[in-house]
C-alpha cells in the first residue's frame, strides 16, 4: 500500500499527516484522496444533496477587507440593497422549486436600521414559508442582534474564519478594531450561544498561504465542532489591495485542486457535517461545483437573487453565473449533481446530521 494510501487509513488524522496529505501533487495519489472523501460522503451523509437559494441582499459594508470586491473603499463597486418585495420574491421561487431553505448573505453593516429591516424580513419569510429554513451570512454582529434575528426566525448562520491563523488573517485585513481576529472568533461563540447551526469556512490558495496554514484551518474547525463548512478557492479583485500581491499566488488550477483536497479531507475528519460546493469552485473550473460534490460536498446554494442586482455582488472578478437568472441558476445546478451521481433532496431543510447529533439528549 502507497504510503497516501495507509495515512487514509489512520483513525484519526493529526496535524502533521493532513499537511502531508495536502501537499500531495500526484495525479493518482490525488485521486486516492478524492475517492476517499467520496466514500465517507456516502457512507454517512449518503449521496443526497442540499439545496439553498442563496439571496445576496445588499453589497453595502463597512469593512475593508483586502481582498473583497466589495469593500467600503471600493468605489468602483455599485452600491445596492434589496427590497422588501425582491427578497419575498426570491423566497418565494426558493419555496416554490423545493429548496428547503434559503442563506440570505450581505455587506456587514451595525445600526438599528439594518437589524431592524432583516429582521423584518426573516419574520416575513418565516411567516409566509414556515418550512423553509433561514441561514444567515450577514457578518459580525452582538450576540443580541444574533438572538433577535434567532427569534425572528433564522436558525443557521455562516460566517467564514477566513484564515484561522492570526498572522495571516492579518494579512488579508487591516489591523483595526473592526477587523479583529478575536472578535470574529467571538462572533462564532455567540452564533454558538444563540442557538444557531454554526458554519465557518476559509479561502484557499491566499497570497503567502501553505499547506500548513490549510491543515491548521482543518483542525480549527474540528476543534469548534462546527455543523456546516462553506470554503473556496481565493480569486483576486484588480479593485483590491490584495491584487497587488498576485505574484505570490498559486496558478489557479493549483487553487482548485487545494480546494477539492480540503474539502475531501474535512469530508474524512468530518463526515457528518454539512460541506458546501462553493460558486467560486465553479468560477475557476467549468465542472467545479460536481467536482466538489465528488470530493465530499453535500450542499449547493443556487443564486436566486434577481439579475438586476446581483451582477453588483462581485466579490471577485469572473464570478460564475452573474449573468444566469434563477431558473437558468437552477438548471445547472441540478445538471451538476445528476453528473457527480447524486440526487437533490427536494423539500428538506437539509439539516447537518452534526448537529442533530450534538444537540441529542
Ligand atoms: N459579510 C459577510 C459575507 C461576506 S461575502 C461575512 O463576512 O460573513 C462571503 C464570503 O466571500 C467571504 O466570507 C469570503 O470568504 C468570500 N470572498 C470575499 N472575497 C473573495 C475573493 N476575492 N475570492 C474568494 N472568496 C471571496
Redesign the pocket.
Known amino acids: 500500500m502507497s504510503s497516501i494510501a495507509s495515512l487514509l487509513e489512520k483513525p484519526e488524522l493529526g496535524f502533521d499527516d493532513l499537511v502531508v496529505l495536502l501537499s500531495v501533487e500526484d495525479p493518482d495519489e490525488v485521486q486516492l484522496i478524492l475517492d476517499k472523501g467520496q466514500e465517507v460522503k456516502k457512507k454517512t451523509v449518503g449521496n443526497k444533496v442540499y439545496l439553498r437559494g442563496l439571496i445576496e441582499l445588499s453589497n453595502i ?1 463597512r469593512k475593508d ?1 483586502l ?3 466589495i469593500r467600503k473603499s471600493n468605489d468602483k463597486a455599485v452600491r445596492y440593497a434589496l427590497t422588501a418585495e425582491e427578497v419575498l420574491q426570491s423566497a418565494r421561487f426558493t419555496y416554490e422549486n423545493g429548496f428547503g431553505s434559503i442563506v440570505i ?4 453593516l451595525l445600526g438599528e436600521t439594518f437589524v431592524k429591516d432583516l429582521e423584518g424580513y426573516i419574520r416575513a419569510i418565516h411567516t409566509a414559508y414556515p418550512d423553509l429554513l433561514i441561514t444567515l ?3 459580525e454582529e452582538s450576540l443580541e442582534t444574533y438572538r433577535r434575528w434567532f427569534n425572528a426566525g433564522a436558525n443557521r448562520y ?3 474564519i ?1 484564515s484561522s491563523q492570526s498572522d495571516l488573517y492579518y494579512k488579508i485585513h487591516p489591523h483595526d478594531l473592526f477587523h479583529s481576529f478575536e472578535s470574529r472568533k467571538q462572533a462564532l461563540e455567540d452564533l454558538r450561544t444563540a442557538g444557531y447551526q454554526v458554519g465557518t ?1 476559509v ?1 484557499i490558495g491566499l497570497p503567502w498561504q501553505n499547506e500548513a496554514h490549510l491543515a491548521h484551518d482543518l483542525i480549527f474547525f474540528r476543534e469548534l465542532d462546527i455543523d456546516m463548512v462553506g470554503m ?6 484588480s479593485e483590491t489591495p490584495l491584487y497587488d500581491s498576485r505574484d505570490v499566488l498559486w496558478p489557479y488550477e493549483k487553487r482548485f485542486q487545494k480546494s477539492l483536497l480540503m474539502i475531501a479531507l474535512l469530508r474524512i475528519i468530518m463526515p457528518t457535517i454539512n460541506i458546501a460546493s462553493t460558486t ?1 469552485l465553479e468560477t475557476l473550473d467549468p465542472k467545479g461545483r460536481k467536482k466538489g460534490l465528488m470530493a465530499g460536498a453535500n450542499v449547493v446554494m443556487p443564486n436566486v437573487t434577481p439579475m438586476a442586482k446581483k451582477v453588483n455582488y462581485k ?2 472578478e469572473k464570478k460564475s453565473g452573474l449573468y444566469t437568472d434563477s431558473s437558468a441558476s437552477l438548471e445547472k445546478v441540478r445538471q451538476s449533481i445528476e453528473e457527480a451521481g447524486d440526487s437533490i433532496c427536494f423539500f428538506n431543510p437539509g439539516i447537518s446530521r452534526h448537529f442533530s447529533d450534538r444537540t441529542k439528549e
Open positions: 459594508c477587507c481582498y473583497c470586491g448573505q450581505s455587506g456587514e451570512s450577514c457578518g455562516l460566517l467564514r477566513e469556512g479561502m473556496g478557492p481565493y480569486i483576486e479583485h467560486a466579490l471577485y
